[in-house]
């Protein structure tokens, strides 16, 4: 357990012990380790989002490798993993990383203030129902953008007429039995397709239950190359040409979605139904390839659950629940002991804390994101949010040198500090998070703005970021730097 004191300043606070913290936590230590830190977790363990979701079958969809941190490799074959085994991988990593006695547990952020006469936030903290401030010279917010609070869960209507048991992925309750049992899981997405293989193995019968399909990818469970290649190279090096091997493919099955839609959607479909043998209409989406981000079934397993019969999709909207499960619009009564509500998250930026520049709260929705990772205006922040189409930790780790590089470059500059000034035409913007999925388009009045010129652009492509993030010079005329009291230049 780590230790519970609170210091009154530091150097860095840093928000959050998830994927994003403890890469955090580590570049600060390795790359500025004259600099004070904190990390604050609002919840009781480490892990983020890999602690937080204990439904069955939870697990990655994106590639381990990549989702692995860079210096920590990823030691198994196995393209993507349950959700305990990340977890233990982060924690551990956290151990080994010596950052267990930086952090703070059941320390949740409500609010950060920024004094420019003092250049220090005040961030306020509820440290387990007691008020505390912290001052620092640098905010990182590494909390992701999920509520950890509240899925979405929309009205259905009659639910008090319902006999049997509702459940929300998000809040899973622990030692749930479906042996035996009718389940209808409604939603199509990435927790839906990962649920359903899993509940299959126990209940009677699961019915996936969708307004929409969505595109569903089918890929080995196992890396073959990567295996062989782990065999062949020293550990660190196998795992770095594994991580890049992965990368790369991953960037060209985006662009070319992107670029032969058509072509990539037909294919997505075709597979999809000569695994699982589905009527294809419930098999093509709407929307083009990655518009939403593309559900991963690793073997196929959600596939081979439906070939078997042990699962079953069914393409209709929800009228009402009835007592023995719910009424849809085409009139047809689908029977349920459990409904299961995959039916999305809710976006939350900083964890719902109220962020104020010299008493000005800060609009997030008028914000303008500098390369994805600062807010105009918004002096010594930073924000860790990782890819729509790749690896989360990908763009978390570019992120976090970034920031050392700034704290560095005040530090031999003599500067107290950096902000992003927008002047000029960024362009036609547009929200940060660029996808058509229904939990983007309902945050979208919450999310910060992007432009289609850099640095205001964010590029959804780890190659662009990393010249931009990593090797570009940090004076590019938007991001600015002075003294304590004295105006940015």
Same mark, same amino acid.
Request: with cysteine; net charge positive; aromatic share 12%.
């Given at each position: 357990m780590a230790d519970s004191s609170l210091a009154t300043e530091y150097d860095v606070v840093v928000v959050g012990a998830g994927i994003s913290g403890i890469s955090a936590g580590h570049y600060l230590r390795t790359e500025c380790p004259d600099r004070s830190?904190?990390?604050?977790?609002?919840?009781?363990?480490?892990?983020?989002?890999?602690?937080?979701?204990?439904?069955?079958?939870?697990?990655?969809?994106?590639?381990?490798?990549?989702?692995?941190?860079?210096?920590?490799?990823?030691?198994?074959?196995?393209?993507t993993a349950l959700g305990p085994a990340i977890r233990d991988y982060v924690r551990d990593t956290a151990r080994e990383e010596g950052l267990l006695p930086a952090i703070r547990f059941r320390h949740r952020v409500t609010g950060a203030a920024w004094s420019s006469t003092d250049a220090r936030w005040t961030v306020q903290v509820d440290a387990a129902g007691e008020a505390r401030t912290v001052r620092c010279r640098f905010?990182?917010?590494?909390?992701?953008?999920?509520?950890?609070?509240?899925?979405?869960?929309?009205?259905?209507?009659?639910?008090?007429?319902?006999?049997?048991?509702? =459940?929300?992925?998000?809040?899973?309750?622990?030692?749930?039995?479906?042996?035996?049992?009718?389940?209808?899981? =409604?939603?199509?997405?990435?927790?839906? =397709?990962?649920?359903?293989?899993?509940?299959? %193995?126990?209940?009677?019968?699961v019915t996936m239950l969708q307004r929409s399909p969505s595109y569903i990818l089918a890929i080995p469970a196992?890396?073959? =190359?990567?295996?062989?290649?782990?065999?062949?190279?020293?550990?660190?090096?196998?795992?770095?040409?594994?991580?890049?091997?992965?990368?790369?493919?991953?960037?060209?099955?985006?662009?070319?979605?992107?670029?032969?839609?058509?072509?990539?959607?037909?294919?997505?479909?075709?597979?999809?139904?000569?695994?699982?043998?589905?009527?294809?209409?419930?098999? %093509?989406?709407?929307? %083009?390839?990655?518009? %939403?981000?593309?559900?991963?079934?690793?073997?196929?397993?959600?596939?081979?659950?439906?070939?078997?019969?042990?699962?079953?999709?069914?393409?209709d909207r929800i009228e009402r629940f009835t007592p023995a499960g719910l009424r849809l619009a085409s009139g047809e009564d689908l029977p349920a002991d459990v409904v299961v509500t995959a039916t999305g998250l809710q976006l939350q930026l900083f964890g719902g804390a109220r962020i104020t520049v010299d008493g000005r709260p800060v609009e997030v929705a008028q914000a303008l994101s500098y390369k994805g990772m600062m807010l105009a205006g918004v002096p010594n922040f930073a924000l860790a949010m990782g890819y729509t189409n790749a690896s989360w930790t990908l763009k978390a780790e570019l992120i976090a040198r970034q920031v050392c590089r700034v704290l560095n470059y005040l530090r031999d500059h003599r500067l107290d500090v950096a902000v992003a000034v927008h002047e000029g035409d960024a362009g036609d913007t547009r929200p940060a998070l660029d996808l058509q999925s229904g939990y983007i388009q309902r945050a979208a009045d919450a999310l910060p703005r992007q432009g289609t010129r850099k640095p205001w652009r964010i590029y959804q492509n780890y190659l662009l970021d990393l010249l931009s993030l990593k090797l570009a010079p940090l004076r590019d005329g938007a991001l600015r730097f002075g003294r304590q009291g004295e105006p940015v230049r």
């Open positions: 830190f904190v990390i604050l977790e609002g919840r009781d363990a480490i892990g983020g989002t890999w602690d937080l979701f204990r439904y069955p079958g939870v697990r990655s969809d994106s590639d381990m490798f990549t989702l692995g941190f860079t210096f920590r490799p990823w030691t198994s074959d196995a393209i905010l990182f917010f590494c909390s992701g953008y999920y509520d950890y609070a509240h899925g979405h869960e929309p009205e259905i209507p009659d639910r008090a007429a319902y006999a049997g048991q509702v =459940v929300h992925p998000q809040h899973w309750p622990e030692g749930l039995d479906v042996t035996g049992k009718r389940v209808v899981v =409604v939603g199509s997405g990435a927790t839906a =397709v990962t649920l359903i293989p899993a509940l299959a %193995q126990q209940a009677a019968h196992r890396d073959g =190359v990567g295996r062989f290649l782990q065999a062949l190279l020293p550990r660190r090096f196998a795992y770095r040409v594994i991580r890049w091997k992965n990368i790369l493919i991953a960037a060209a099955i985006y662009q070319l979605a992107r670029r032969r839609p058509e072509a990539m959607g037909r294919w997505l479909v075709q597979q999809a139904q000569r695994r699982s043998g589905v009527d294809v209409r419930h098999l %093509q989406p709407r929307y %083009q390839p990655w518009d %939403q981000r593309l559900c991963i079934v690793p073997d196929a397993d959600l596939f081979a659950a439906l070939r078997a019969g042990r699962a079953s999709v069914v393409t």
